[in-house]
């Protein structure tokens, strides 16, 4: 049967909209949001998602304040309208596509109200193409793009209220597409004679500045070669100018003695003159995506996974749970960055520029650049 979203010139395969063009079970399409304030002593994550080969809708929003992060995921059978993005008390309404959107949570029963609004401050961009094999399996396969901007509104955790003011509350947000593992693990099958899965190195950091917008992401092999590579500047939509592309970034990451747990970066990069464009990068508030939100092995719940109709509840981490800071280091770990850019600005003048937004790391296992030799290595 048609669904309604087939009535609209959309189509990008021979089959109803209610079907993706793929019939992997791991297929998803989900938007993943960040809101912070300057300081890094509140810390927002949420997402949507929608498994349509899985018949499942979820969302969850994650409050860091403090030791603690206060979680309420919800989840519900995928209907027919996709042009409704909702579940439970969760919504997010498209106001002006790629520039505004609104992103609701009324769930006061469970200790979060939530209601604030994205403003885009520089384009939307496309990532490069995602794709990772396992010996035979697509382990992923997605496309992506992101945004920085701010964001304005209301935000009560546990009865505490604050105001998101865009003057100070800036943030990211992507939308990805594809194939990824979700919802219930799939048998293991023959294992892969694979180096790669002796570890995994992750960086992306999406950061706003006043004039222009920075967007860094990089994966590496175990002996460092990489697989992802991206580093861009991205200039008002005013300007008229493309995206400028700032080559092959390296990294020095300053971890905690004895941990993986990073507290800087020094990002080197340079534009198409050579000119050295640097970001040093200072680490203030995190969330640890394995611990509520769903992402990377999270053991108390997974995106896509069928929990029943109308399902949400809420579920608290203790930041200082020794099996919480464990588990961190298996996982990528979401930091809200203070970044100093030294290098050109908007007339190629050169300067200091200071801006905000994400730092996301993983580094798990060996990791040749790093000196990182097994899992069990640390700073």
Known sequence: MPIPLDEFPVHQAPLSMAHPATSDRNFYDRS?????????????????????????????????????????????????DRMSTAVGPYRIEVIEPLERLRVVCDAAEHGIELDMTWQGSFP???????????????????????????????????????????RQWVGTRDRSWGIRPVGESEPAGRPADDPGAQGFWWLYAPLRFDEFGIVVIVQE???????????????PASSGRRPEELGWPEFDIRYRPGTRDPIGATIHM?????????????????????SGTGYGGDPSWGHGQWRGEAWTERYVTDLTDPEVIARAAFTPVDHVARATLTGSGMNGDSGEFVGYGLFEHATIGQHDPSGFADFSSVA
């Open 32 to 80: 993943y949001f960040n809101a912070h304030d300057r300081t890094g002593e509140v810390f927002i994550i949420t997402g949507f998602g929608v498994y349509p080969n899985l018949g499942v809708i979820d969302a969850f929003v994650t409050v860091k304040h403090g030791d603690q992060q206060v979680t309420v995921r919800t989840s519900d059978a995928l209907g027919d």
């Open 124 to 166: 939307a961009i496309d990532e490069p193409p995602h794709v990772i094999r396992r010996g035979n399996k697509v382990i992923l396969d997605a496309q992506r793009f992101a945004q920085v901007g701010t964001w304005e509104g209301r935000l009560v955790v546990d009865g505490t209220e604050f105001t998101i003011d865009p």
């Open 221 to 235: 092999e175990p002996d460092g070669t990489r697989l992802l590579n991206e580093a861009r500047r991205v200039w």
């Open 270 to 290: 340079a534009d198409r003159r050579r000119r050295p464009v640097t970001i040093e990068v200072e680490n203030l508030g995190n969330i640890a995506l394995n």
